[in-house]
């Protein structure tokens, strides 16, 4: 087991994706993984993930590993997640009529106003 367990380790630590899959689909995610009920717990609750990495807890002859995040992150947010897929196509189906009305104005002020409630949704 403390090899599978290993091998999740140093995935999490270079693969984004499946650190988030540990959290929002765990079953899944580690489902090639043969490991021990505290194992998985360890890989699916980030408080101890955070507690494995800086002093090996309850995994034998695993050093500790410093782990330096730069930059904004935002950390599993499984209700969000859902909410975010439904706003991107939202905002998607907002450019498209933008784009649209650009293409219909008929006079340099319609052109612009839409324009501007383009660049203001695209950022």
Partial sequence: MLEDFKRALARVQSDYGFYIDCQANPAAALAGYDISPDERSALIDPEKLADVFK???GV??????TIKICG????VN?????NAAM?????????ANEVDAIRRASTREERTDAVVRLMELIG
């Fill in 87 to 95: 706003e991107d196509t939202d905002r998607d189906a907002r450019v």
């Fill in 78 to 82: 499984r209700a969000g997640q859902r």
């Fill in 55 to 57: 002093r090996g807890i």
């Fill in 72 to 75: 904004t992150h935002d950390w």
């Fill in 60 to 65: 034998y002859k695993l050093r500790p590993i």
